[in-house]
């Protein structure tokens, strides 16, 4: 049986809410509103990953789909030397994948089951799981072919984390919904895309929001073992920190 492993975020308070990080084996959801981290934290977890168990990594390399083209090997590079590994080859273990529409999406998730199958990957990201169905199912009439596909999408994500011992990091965005299900809802009326499909397919979920000044806050909103209860964290060149 395989054994699961936990990865460290960056942040010892984030990871302490945690229960000492994201989990390999389930599907984490990271939502919030826009330039609240959601990016920063997926290009730090490429590099822990990659860190030795006794910095909080899993020795192992990561796979990367963008939805959004945000991106940037150069944040790798610069979180790479905050942990003292070589820059270039922080890059080279990351598998990037660029898609420009859901179909895409799809098609390099099931690509990636031949990288997986090397039991050489620990992480993946997809940044950000809903954008391109809410491009691509816009009209009206779509959301239960939306959800749909989307379900199927979500299955195979869960059905890799599993297989392949893998934490999936899935980023989302809010919805401004003045009248959200108060089940999802955060403190500010606001509510992560892709319905209960996606609540029901994320084994955690976090809430990062804007705190005072350059702080930012995470709270753990949905997870089996921890309590709801919140975390501070920064951003810094060199990643998601304290
Ligand atoms: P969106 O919803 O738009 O995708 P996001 O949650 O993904 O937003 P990020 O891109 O992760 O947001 O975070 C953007 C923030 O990260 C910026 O506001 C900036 O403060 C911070 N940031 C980015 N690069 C650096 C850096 N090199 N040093 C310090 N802070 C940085
Ligand atoms: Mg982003």
Redesign the pocket.
Known sequence: RKKCIRISTGSKQLDAALNGGFQTMSINEVY??????????AHTMAVITQLPREMGGAEGKVAYIDT?G?FRPE?IM?IAERFGVDPDQACENIAYARAQNTEMQAELLDGLAANFATNEYRLLVI??VMSLYRTDYSGRGELSERQQVLGQFLRRATQMAEEFNLVVLM?N?VMSDPGASALFAGADGRKPAGGHILAHASTTRLL?RKGRGEERVAKIVDSPDCPEREATYI???GGITD
């Open positions: 919030g509103e826009f330039r609240c981290g959601k990016t920063q934290l959004e945000t944040r610069e940044d950000s980023t965005q990062l951003i810094t060149t």
